[in-house]
T-cell receptor, first 111, second 112 residues
Framework: RKEVEQDPGPFNVPEGATVAFNCTYS??????FFWYRQDCRKEPKLLMS???SGNEDGRFTAQLNRASQYISLLIRDSKLSDSATYLC????????????FGTGTQLKVEL | EAQVTQNPRYLITVTGKKLTVTCSQN?????MSWYRQDPGLGLRQIYY???????DKGDVPEGYKVSRKEKRNFPLILESPSPNQTSLYFC???????????FGPGTRLTVT
């Protein structure tokens, strides 16, 4: 079983749609959680951290369920510019600088 | 401009010919890492460094070496490259105590 699992997609959605991505992680010692965005052939960039209470940044909402070891990302009113691959990332306590990445979920927003 | 730079950006080489991919950051970050990204496997950590002269293996260190003689530089060395090291490589850095990891633009390596 992979340490971080994501549905690879692609998710093809019309502009303005709401789309949700899910991610599960296997290591209960995971301490920090993030969503990164990666455009085609570019470097990943931090989209947002994920906090236990859930957090929102504009059209983006991230939630964490520690009991189920589950992370989600919700994008409301999706834009063409949201088209990218979204990477779920976890950091294990005591793991030094080790971030474990999911393989990513590809989103395509269409007119 | 705060950034992580990598060179070269693209490299095609032959099996067995030693190569070095340089990585440099100008943000005075303590942590630096190297990752490789392959289709279906995602980003996997090769080596990381928590500070000068402190390095440790990541998930896939075989066939790679690193050094951290200065805080800003973290070169990745392939002593004898093989075709299975054909991949997209990213260097990254992070400030101690902070969550955000900054990635370089990537180096696309092809070993024939």
């Amino acid at each position: 079983r992979k340490e971080v699992e994501q549905d690879p997609g692609p998710f093809n959605v019309p502009e303005g749609a709401t789309v949700a991505f899910n991610c599960t992680y296997s290591n209960s010692a995971s301490q920090s959680f993030f969503w990164y965005r990666q455009d085609c052939r570019k470097e990943p960039k931090l989209l947002m951290s994920v906090y236990s209470s859930g957090n929102e940044d504009g059209r983006f909402t991230a939630q964490l369920n520690r009991a189920s070891q589950y992370i989600s990302l919700l994008i409301r009113d999706s834009k063409l510019s949201d088209s990218a691959t979204y990477l779920c990332v976890v950091n294990i306590r005591g793991g030094g600088n080790k971030l474990t990445f999911g393989t990513g979920t590809q989103l395509k927003v269409e007119l | 401009e705060a950034q992580v730079t990598q060179n070269p950006r693209y490299l095609i080489t032959v099996t067995g010919k030693k190569l070095t991919v340089t990585c440099s950051q100008n943000m005075n970050h303590e942590y630096m890492s190297w990752y490789r990204q392959d289709p279906g496997l995602g980003l996997r950590q090769i080596y990381y460094s928590m500070n000068v002269e402190v390095t440790d293996k990541g998930d896939v260190p075989e066939g790679y070496k690193v050094s951290r003689k200065e805080k800003r530089n973290f070169p990745l060395i392939l002593e004898s490259p093989s075709p299975n090291q054909t991949s997209l490589y990213f260097c990254a850095s992070r400030k101690e105590g902070m969550n955000e990891q900054y990635f370089g633009p990537g180096t696309r390596l092809t070993v024939t």
